[in-house]
Nanobody
């Protein structure tokens, strides 16, 4: 099992930047594929980005490509989401998720992940 704790959310103006962090418990972090999802009020949870166990493969939602960057540090047991050029429509609760085995085609699905953090709020003002 792995426990996930997100941090780094907050209020930022449009065009600004935030970096989210997700710390994981345990000594097997490098065995987990990691993902970031977000959920805005009244909307379904949606995929944002994913990264492979080693960090050499990443995937992004079209809406964040070129603005967000996912990375991981397997020594620090942490996955990051650098968010630049933020827009009001990026406002949501952001969740990190983990699973030991996900095929590349399924990283966008919430049901592919067994473990979830509690979420961190990101608010972008116009």
């Amino acid at each position: 099992q792995v426990q996930l704790v997100e941090s780094g959310g907050g209020l930022v103006q449009a065009g600004g930047s935030l970096r989210l962090s997700c710390g994981a418990s345990g000594r097997t972090f490098s065995r987990y594929c990691m993902g970031w999802f977000r959920q805005a009020p009244g909307k379904e949870r949606e995929f944002v980005a994913a990264i492979s166990r080693s960090g050499d493969s990443t995937d992004y939602a079209d809406s964040v490509k070129g603005r967000f960057t996912i990375s991981r540090d397997n020594v620090k047991n942490t996955v990051y989401l650098q968010m630049d050029s933020l827009k009001p429509e990026d406002t949501a609760v952001y969740y990190c998720a983990a699973d030991q085995s996900i095929s590349r085609t399924k990283v966008v699905r919430t049901e592919s992940y067994d473990y979830w953090g509690q979420g961190t709020q990101v608010t972008v003002s116009s």
